[in-house]
């Protein structure tokens, strides 16, 4: 699964300028990287100057999605899909998607922006691996609102560095959320999988493949 960390906190608590400056790191780094960004707003403008997804542009991302309550930018309606499932679908060949918003995404890792320690979100919400902040607080992997090249460091090394990137090569989504499966039942399913295309007698087309995408609609089985 492509390693996912979202960045989280109340309206202008410095997410964007945070996360954006963390993408300009890792893309410094050598790392391909994608940005899925969460709004309640709606009729917004996508990749305007002075828009937040301008500013993940500019910070050298790789691709941007915008997920607001009246549209995907892709310019298609929001389904609904978590974090998760939409990473996996638009990007599934970067090496790393920061997100900024979806608070409440499950099994997804999340760093919280504040200003205010009286409003924390960790308190509340799954996954806080790390806090970003001016103001004192105590905690394992406390950050200030001006270390994104250490925050950048701590995700690297966290996802990306010494085999933190050996990600399942089967990865089965239900409903949008990630079943975790041993590595065993990874290679039953793919190899099954992989047995049943090969049979189709595809010729040229299954012959150099190196990866199988398959989405199944239950309703209609």
Not at 74 to 100: C, H, K, Q, T, W
Not at 103 to 120: C, D, G, M, T, W
Not at 128 to 156: H, K, P, Q, T
Request: charged share 20%.
């Amino acid at each position: 699964m492509i390693p996912i960390v979202t960045f989280i906190g109340w309206h202008n608590c410095g997410k964007t300028t945070l996360a954006s400056q963390v993408v300009t790191h890792l893309k410094q780094a050598g790392y391909s990287v994608a940005v899925i960004k969460s709004t309640k707003e709606t009729g917004i403008q996508f990749d305007t100057p002075g828009t937040d997804t301008h500013t993940h542009t500019q910070a050298g991302a790789d691709a941007v999605l915008l997920v607001a309550p009246d549209q995907m930018v892709m310019m298609s309606a929001n389904r609904g899909e978590s974090l998760s499932s939409l990473a996996l679908r638009y990007f599934p060949d970067v090496d790393i998607v920061i997100g900024e918003g979806f608070k409440n995404a499950r099994h997804v890792a999340k760093i919280e922006v504040f200003r205010n320690s009286e409003q924390l979100l960790r308190d509340t919400v799954t996954g806080v691996i790390a806090v970003a902040s001016d103001e004192s607080i105590s905690g394992d992997y406390i950050f200030r609102l001006n270390e994104a090249a250490e925050i950048a460091s701590f995700i690297e090394k966290r996802f990306l560095q010494n085999g933190a990137m050996a990600a399942d090569h089967t990865t089965l989504l239900i409903n949008g959320e990630r079943v975790v499966m041993k590595k065993f039942v990874q290679d039953a399913l793919a190899g099954s999988i992989e047995g049943f295309v090969n049979s189709l007698k595809l010729g040229t087309k299954n012959k150099d493949a190196k990866t199988l995408d398959i989405r199944i609609n239950l309703t209609k089985v």
